[in-house]
């Protein structure tokens, strides 16, 4: 089997191109792609496929050809990935299937059309709205964060540090605790703390995320998004720019006067390859 791989802030893809819907992967199958000693190694898989030939985005057919069908490391299905929209778009566009029109390329997702718009090293991705809707908690060892649940499409939980408490000290080897009545499908849990001012960014905070079905990411598109919704939020802002600094870069979320949620960051590809097994 053919692929590439890639990666955005450090959040890495093995992409499979399936463009007429002929291949089936399994959840084993994905596991042992991800698997970073006996396979490629990637936090997901992105497989590539026309939107009319999937059943899970013949619905958005019309409104976009191509359908990111992601996959989390575990094998499992996850509705939304932001940093692999921009890694997504960036294969379509260097593999010549897609050119951005001006108003930029539409990528079907679980959870929706999502507009991907290229700006050089970086892609710029106008994303489905969070909705910031609960309060909740994570634990992590010893210690309890209280935090607000975010959909961003896929579930979300933004613990913003408190007492001190310093992000490199937790221990994200082991999934976080967190209330399984709010999140009956398992929840993605950031952890923030606010940063110095940034050129060009009315806030600015660092995070580190832990995703389900794929542990500790260097970084996590749609939980900066949700970060960012939650800083604007507790900041009082109704727009803004938030500068978003994760272990693998800087991602940027912008809230526009129009109403409009933006994700924008690098993305990469770095190989391309064969399977043997
Ligand atoms: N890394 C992604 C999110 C991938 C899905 C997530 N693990 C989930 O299960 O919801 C991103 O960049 O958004």
């Known amino acids: ?47 590539v496929v026309r939107a009319a030939k999937d059943p899970d985005a013949a619905a958005w057919a019309a409104d976009a050809e191509w359908f990111m ?14 940093n692999g929209v921009r890694v997504f778009t960036r294969y379509l566009v260097t593999r010549g299937l897609a050119e951005p029109g001006p108003a930029g390329l539409p990528i079907a997702t679980r959870s929706g059309v999502v507009v991907a718009v290229l700006e050089g090293d970086s892609i710029r991705v106008h994303m489905r709205s969070p909705r910031v809707y609960a309060a909740g908690t994570a634990t992590v060892g010893a210690l309890t964060f209280p935090g607000m649940a975010v959909d961003c499409g896929n579930p979300h939980l933004v613990c913003v540090l408190h007492d001190g408490v310093e992000l490199p000290s937790l221990d994200l080897t082991v999934e976080p605790g967190f209330d399984r009545g709010l999140f009956t499908a398992g929840v993605n849990v950031e952890f923030v703390v606010p940063g ?4 060009g960014a009315d806030l600015h905070v660092a995070m580190r995320v832990h995703e389900r079905g ?15 919704a939650v800083a604007l939020r507790e900041a009082g802002l109704d727009t803004g720019v938030v ?31 064969e399977t043997l097994a």
């Open 214 to 228: 794929s542990g500790e990411t260097l970084s996590c598109g749609s939980g900066a998004l949700a970060v960012g």
């Open 69 to 82: 069908d992601y996959r989390n490391a575990d094998g499992t299905i996850a509705e939304m990935c932001g």
């Open 1 to 47: 089997m053919l692929f590439t791989k890639g990666h955005g802030t450090g959040n890495d893809f093995v992409i499979i191109a399936d463009p007429d819907g002929a291949r089936t992967l399994t959840p084993a199958q994905v596991a042992a792609l991800c698997d970073r000693r006996f396979g490629i190694g990637g936090d997901g898989v992105l497989r």
């Open 243 to 273: 500068a978003v600094d994760l272990p693998g870069g800087r991602l940027t979320v912008t809230h526009d006067a129009e109403d409009r949620w933006w994700l924008a960051g690098p993305a990469v590809l770095v190989a391309d390859g």
């Open 196 to 199: 110095p001012p940034v050129d």
